[in-house]
């Protein structure tokens, strides 16, 4: 996958097809530390040690559409091969935690692309599923939790509604924006 933003999508659907009820997806970039930080956590059903170690190798896959599970494996390789870590953490009955940290000076480090655009997906097309995103630079972040928009709308509207739809994207937009202040990651 071309951008880290990608990646976070395919973990993120994975999160949604493991029955999780609440997806928290932080992007944590801290330039004095030249880290870029991705951890996406689940309450889903989670894995097996077993399981888990088995993510990792692309020709395993729980899916029946396919027979391999590439997502996981690009995931772990875009961020060591950019001087980075992986790490899966995973129980049974309490769900999983992916954590990929990438060195955001290497020159192997693949941009994160439209984060933006990629969580507004996710909130519109998996509505019945919550989310907490946490974008930070620096000292600076913002956060988009869908339970706090599920209080003030209600139940009846959905974040489907094109004006809904069209403030959760600006609404992270402009979060971003004022985080980072426009800076390219």
């Not at 973990?11 to 880290?35: F, H, M, Y």
């Not at 059903?45 to 599970?69: H, N, Q, S, Y």
């Not at 690009?74 to 999983?96: H, L, N, P, R, V």
């Not at 609404?171 to 800076?183: I, N, P, Q, R, V």
């Amino acid at each position: 996958m071309p951008e880290i933003a990608l990646n976070i999508l395919d973990i993120a659907e994975n999160s949604v097809r493991a029955d999780a009820s609440l997806i928290g997806i932080t992007v944590s970039v801290q330039p004095e530390e030249d880290t870029l930080t991705v951890s996406i956590k689940d309450d889903g059903c989670g894995m097996t040690p077993e399981e888990a170690g088995k993510v990792l190798d692309p020709f395993f896959t729980t899916r029946t559409t396919r027979k391999v599970g590439l997502g996981v494996p690009f995931f772990k390789q875009a961020a060591e091969s950019a001087g980075g870590s992986f790490q899966i953490d995973s129980e049974i009955g309490k769900g999983t935690e992916v954590t990929a940290v990438f060195r955001l000076s290497h020159i192997d480090r693949m941009p994160l692309g439209d984060i933006s655009s990629v969580i507004h997906t996710l909130i519109v097309f998996n509505e019945p599923v919550d989310f907490r995103y946490t974008y930070r630079y620096g000292e600076k972040s913002f956060v988009l939790d869908t339970r706090e928009m599920r209080e003030i709308l209600g139940t009846e509207i959905s974040f489907r509604e094109p004006e809904v739809s069209a403030f959760i994207r600006e609404y992270l937009e402009t979060g971003k924006e004022e985080t980072d202040g426009g800076t390219e990651i």
